[in-house]
């Protein structure tokens, strides 16, 4: 599962360069750093346009698929391509989610509370997620976990390589679909003050500990 994420470099253009995409100037003027998005938010993704890489904003999570209910912000790799709400997107409209870290909660040994974590790769690089995109909307691709995030979650976003972007962006291929290497992903505990979306800011990836849960009075 993939429901936050963080993307905090400086400058869209440095992200650009970095995934040799096109920016148009508006979409850098509007960009600032983010320490928790959520669905619903907007955020940068790639997509192929014209044989182009563009770098453009879209909306997190596809139309919800009845009333009260959320966005779909998250689809599986293995049932995307069959499945109604995805199949379109999966062999027209695949993406690039670029971000630095995404965060999961992982209970705590004393089953005290919930303890938020930052998932990210130690050596700052960009975390390439590969995501569907259709009518300014984007959705994040989901797989099994690998053996460092297994103990914290069932799914984790599919992580894709330089070159794997490359072939997801190029033609609707299931193959680069996969668990991060291992190795390549470090997981730190962080402030609880990303439990609230209302929180985005610097203090979000501060160090963290256990929220204990709330005792009953009765």
Not at 81 to 104: I, L, S
Not at 142 to 148: A, G, I, K, Q, S
Not at 164 to 180: D, G, K, S, Y
Not at 183 to 195: K, M, Q, Y
């Amino acid at each position: 599962m993939c429901g936050r994420m963080t993307l905090s470099k400086r400058e869209l253009a440095e992200i650009a360069d970095e995934l040799a995409a096109i920016l148009d100037a508006d979409t850098a003027a509007g960009y600032r750093p983010r320490y928790n998005i959520a669905p619903s938010d907007a955020h940068p993704v790639v997509r192929l346009v014209d044989g182009q890489r563009c770098l453009e904003l879209a909306r997190w999570g596809f139309p919800p698929t009845g009333a009260n209910r959320p966005p779909l912000f998250n689809a599986r790799a293995d049932t995307a391509p069959t499945k109604e709400a995805f199949r379109g997107a999966f062999h027209g409209g695949r993406c690039v989610v670029p971000a630095d870290g995404f965060y999961e909660w992982r209970t705590t040994p004393d089953q005290a509370g919930r303890q938020p974590v930052w998932i990210h790769r130690p050596d700052g690089k960009l975390l390439l997620m590969a995501g569907l995109w259709e009518a300014g909307r984007f959705t994040v691709l989901t797989t099994e976990p690998n053996d460092l995030l297994r103990p914290i979650h069932d799914r984790m976003p599919a992580l894709l390589s330089e070159s794997e972007a490359a072939a997801w962006l190029a033609a609707p291929t299931q193959r680069v679909l996969h668990p991060a290497p291992e190795g390549v992903l470090a997981v730190r505990p962080v402030s609880g003050r990303v439990n609230s979306v209302r929180n985005d800011d610097p203090g979000c990836l501060e160090p963290g500990y256990s929220v204990p849960r709330q005792l009953s009075l009765v």
